[in-house]
């Protein structure tokens, strides 16, 4: 890549040089010009009399002609056999320059060629008229002949681009071998029979599929950068304010070293001092001493020698006796006493202090300590926390990892946690709790389950503490959900399974694993898992015939749950449970689950507290929905003295009104009159006239969604009794009553007969 300042500078023309507008134009002008220069100088050849041989010659050299003719012969001889039996013969004697003439003639155009050979004959007429006049036949004969040849060289190569366009035009598939799209023909046929071909719209996808592909990584490429300049970014600004804690921690030891050596100075130079005070003192002292004894010296020496020179013998031996009369004259003779006395005084010559002084040495020991303190390893920078993993926690612990991206030294980490503020937490519960570890990664235990934690992680060396990182949340795995076996319905070929979390906070999804029942020792592998599952309940599509143990798992971010409490689904036909908030007050479901009783009647209008969806007339019950299509097949066992109705009702069937009486419920009814067992058959409040001459014990419920048909039997003696031909709306719950004191015992999971 050059730069762009080059194109509007003067040097553009020597890098980038100029193109002309078309390149045949261009080269037509310049062989035009060429072609100019040459009739010019062949007219002035022809003047001079120059031969027009030695001129083709030349022209042949300077536009390469010579060193192809022979190819060029080879060619046309190929091309156009036809052709070579009608070339005039050449003469030898002008067989070089003629045969440049031809090779000019095929590169310049035929009017300039004929302009040339026109005026090279011209040139010569004046020394052969009759040799010039046969030269000028065999001339034009080769002219035609050239034209001839340049045309059909000219039609050939036409037709030669034709096909190979039409070739390019006509490629249909691609060669995966060769990467280039080739015709079918090829395929078969050609030079690509053994490669591997696609179709082009295929081929077209597929590279299109890899140009997406290849932008989604360049695009996670430049996430990836943007992420490591922001982490740059990040540590420039952690070096920053490392350097400046530094500094300040190294201005605050250096002044504390100065201002502990200033104080040494100060002491040490207040010591001398007063050391030098004290050596002056007694020298001065001793000076003065010496003086007054000069004094005394001096006084004595002059009068001693004003004595010896006294001339007076008389008066010189009276006033210098002898020892024994010294205290008699003592008072006539003062000087020579005196100087006796003087004499016997010690003079003390010594000094008293010595003119050097000790050798003082400055304890820097508290200032090595300083300086000992001073570390001159940086804090470390702010460590990177790392985003939560997936399945790198459980309900109670998580992992967390966190790096650094400097070469800092760190002899430990402070980790720091806390629940994320919820409203439900208590104050205990949100506290901030903090660990050292020496590692970059640390598990946390006695967590709570499906609960979110910030972390944040700092960096300890002998310099100090670093930055914290970025607050990271993790969240730990959901609590095991609780199937509700009350509520799960089966059927032959499928199953409603319910369940509930036992976490305050929502989950992502659900997974509910299956083993097939085949034997005892592998009635615990996983044989089928269904995952995301959103809601807390899962239609499962089984094998009939076949029994399995179903449990589920809770997922978030942080991983899966244990598994919950596994419960037992046999898919042999249809099975529900009954919805104890539907039933009536005095209505009893006994210890099995699908048996329910009523004591009395005495008050059926009872004024028992009752739920919001229970019976408040008809002293029954609903059963769990069926929601599988198809047909469901159960049975109710009754006993004779005892009115019941039986049959199936809408999820919005009136709870204060009695089953059968409505459009929303279809049901048998048993009473017993003065003279005989009476079945009625309920909907909407009609019933057809049917007689039963032997009541059933066990009566047979046949519900058919498809065909729209609801069917009773006896199952005893295999008797049909009625069928309600219904069209249902709406998935259906199988509903009892009871009109009389007695027991209804609900057997489902029974094939249909």
């Known amino acids: 890549f050059y730069n762009m300042d080059l194109y509007g500078s003067s040097e553009r023309f020597d890098i980038f040089p100029d193109k002309p507008h078309g390149q045949g134009d261009g080269s037509q002008k310049d062989f035009r010009e060429e072609s100019a220069r040459s009739s010019k100088k062949t007219q002035s050849t022809q003047e001079a009399g120059y031969d027009l041989g030695k001129e083709v010659e030349e022209l042949a050299k300077m536009y390469g002609l010579d060193e192809d003719r022979e190819k060029e012969l080879e060619l046309l001889e190929g091309h156009l056999g036809t052709v070579e039996g009608k070339r005039p013969p050449s003469r030898t004697g002008r067989a070089g320059s003629q045969g440049s003439l031809y090779n000019a003639s095929k590169s310049i155009s035929p009017a300039q060629s004929q302009s040339i050979t026109q005026q090279g004959f011209l040139c010569e007429a004046p020394q052969d008229e009759d040799q010039n006049k046969s030269g000028a036949e065999d001339e034009a004969q080769r002219h035609a002949w050239s034209r001839e040849v340049l045309s059909s060289c000219g039609v050939s190569e036409e037709r030669s681009s034709q096909a ?67 982490h740059l970014e990040e540590i420039f600004i952690t070096v920053e304010e490392n350097f400046g804690r530094q500094e300040r921690n190294f201005e605050v030891h250096y002044n504390d070293a100065v201002q502990v050596l200033a104080q040494k100075y100060e002491e040490q130079v207040e010591a001398l001092g007063e050391e030098k005070r004290k050596k002056l003192e007694a020298l001065y002292g001793q000076l003065v001493s010496c003086g007054e004894h000069l004094d005394t010296c001096k006084e004595l020496t002059d009068a001693t020698q004003e004595l010896y020179l006294e001339k007076d013998k008389a008066d010189f031996i009276k006033k210098c006796v002898s020892n024994g009369m010294v205290l008699s004259i003592r008072h006539y003779f003062p000087y020579n006493y005196r100087l006796e006395e003087f004499l016997k005084k010690e003079v003390d010559l010594e000094l008293s202090v010595l003119p050097d002084f000790e050798e003082r040495v400055i304890d820097f020991s508290e200032v090595e300590q ?56 208590s104050e205990e519960e949100q506290a901030e709790h903090m660990l050292k570890v020496k590692e970059t990664y640390c598990t946390i235990t006695n967590l709570l389950p499906n609960t979110q934690y910030e972390f944040w992680v700092s960096a300890l060396n002998a310099s100090g ?32 399974v319910c369940w509930e979390s036992r976490d305050i906070n929502p989950v992502d999804s659900y ?95 009872c004024d028992l507290p009752v739920y919001d969806n229970s019976f408040t007339r008809c002293i029954g019950i609903l059963g769990s929905l069926i929601p599988f299509p198809g047909k469901h097949y159960w049975e109710v066992e009754v006993e004779e003295d005892t009115e019941y109705r039986v049959g199936v009702a809408f999820e919005n069937t009136p709870r204060h009104g009695y089953l059968g009486a409505n459009n929303s419920s279809w049901c048998m009814r048993h009473i017993i009159t003065p003279s005989r067992h009476k079945y009625e058959f309920l909907h909407n409040g009609m019933t057809p006239d049917i007689r039963i001459t032997i009541p059933p014990r066990r009566i047979g419920i046949l519900l058919d969604y498809e065909n729209c048909k609801l069917s009773f039997f006896n199952a005893d003696i295999a008797q049909h009794l009625y069928t309600f031909n219904s069209y249902f709306q709406h998935f259906v719950h199988p509903c009892f009553a009871l009109e009389t004191p007695g027991i209804l015992r609900i057997h489902n999971r029974i094939a249909v007969p």
């Open 465 to 496: 503490i670093s930055p914290p990182s970025e607050r990271a949340v993790y969240v730990t795995a959901p609590s095991p959900p609780t199937i509700k076996t009350k509520k799960i319905r089966s059927c032959e070929n499928a199953a409603l």
């Open 164 to 230: 190979v366009s039409e070739e390019e035009e006509a490629a249909d598939v691609f060669c995966s071998t060769c990467k280039i799209p080739i015709r079918a023909f090829d395929k078969l046929f050609g030079q690509h029979k053994d490669h591997e071909v696609v179709q082009l719209d295929r081929a077209v996808e597929s590279e299109k599929e890899e140009i997406h592909k290849n932008m989604c990584k360049l695009e996670e490429q430049i996430a990836q950068t943007e992420n490591f300049a922001s």
């Open 370 to 425: 300083r300086m000992n303190s001073l570390n001159t390893i940086p804090a470390p920078c702010a460590p990177v926390i790392n985003p939560q993993a997936p399945n790198a926690a459980t309900g109670t612990s998580l992992r967390v990892c966190w790096g650094l991206f400097s070469d800092d030294t760190v002899e430990c980490y402070q980790l720091c946690y806390k629940p994320v503020s919820n409203e439900r937490c």
């Open 511 to 605: 997974t509910v694993e299956l083993s097939k029942l085949t034997d005892e020792e592998n009635g615990d592998i996983i044989t089928e898992s269904i995952i995301g599952i959103p809601n807390c309940e899962a239609l499962i599509h089984l094998q009939p015939t076949q029994g399995y143990r179903i449990s589920v798992r809770a997922l978030n971010l942080g991983g899966s749950s244990e598994r919950s409490e596994p419960v037992l689904i046999h898919t042999t036909g249809t099975y529900f449970c009954l919805n104890e908030d539907t039933a009536h007050p005095l209505l009893a479901i006994l210890d099995d689950g699908f048996t329910i009783a009523c004591d009395e009647l005495e008050n059926p209008d």
